[in-house]
């Protein structure tokens, strides 16, 4: 039996209830599926951004 802010409604699948009744159904979900390779490309993508030097506006005559 859930304990906390989920508790099951009259068909048996959670129902949240609660001060933050959407979080509560947010977690009680299962997470959606997971693409390894996006993760990492994303991780990798992110580390090399890092590395960039910071973009400057362009100098004009003066």
């Given at each position: 039996?859930?304990?906390?802010?989920?508790?099951p409604s009259r068909n048996g699948a959670?129902?949240?209830?609660?001060r933050y009744p959407?979080?509560?159904?947010?977690?009680a979900?299962?997470?959606a599926p997971v693409d390894p390779d996006e993760?990492?490309?994303l991780g990798i993508a992110r580390l090399l951004d890092s590395?960039?030097?910071p973009e400057t506006p362009p100098v004009t005559g003066a």
């Open positions: 039996m859930p304990v906390g802010p989920v508790s959670p129902r949240a209830s609660g959407h979080l509560a159904r947010l977690l979900e299962s997470p993760i990492f490309a590395f960039a030097p």
